[in-house]
Nanobody
Framework: VQLQASGGGLVQFGGSRRLRCVGS????????MGWFRQPPGKEREFVAA????????EYADSVKGRFTISRDNAKNTLYLQMIVLEPEDTAIYYC??????????????????WGQGTLVTVSS
């Protein structure tokens, strides 16, 4: 599946933003999906993941209660709703997908498809 992320931009401290990721070229509902991010000068890190049906999800501790992952399989679209944004959330956000996964994973090596990334900058 090909993934195209969008929705990044400059956000004020405490603000909110919604990221979108549109999939194409394959059956979107066959894929476990998620979001990773890479802050400036740091390693890529897990943000959230969601099952094929959207019925179950997981989050990194740093975003629990502030970020919500969801998907609309009819629209081939994955979302990441972010609220109460902090400067520490500044990063390039990547949507990811994998058809083989049987459980949700926080390991970037488990995801075979990656979008191009969208930059979120949170001003202090």
């Amino acid at each position: 599946v090909q993934l195209q992320a969008s929705g990044g931009g400059l956000v004020q401290f405490g603000g909110s933003r919604r990221l979108r990721c549109v999939g194409s070229g394959s059956n979107f509902r066959d894929y476990v999906m998620g979001w990773f991010r890479q802050p400036p000068g740091k390693e890529r890190e897990f943000v959230a993941a969601i099952t094929r049906s959207g019925g179950s999800d997981e989050y990194a501790d740093s975003v629990k209660g502030r970020f919500t992952i969801s998907r609309d399989n009819a629209k081939n679209t994955l979302y990441l709703q972010m609220i109460v944004l902090e400067p520490e959330d500044t990063a390039i956000y990547y949507c990811v997908a994998d058809r083989r996964l049987r459980v949700l994973s926080e390991d970037p090596r488990d995801y075979g498809s990656w979008g191009q990334g969208t930059l979120v900058t949170v001003s202090s």
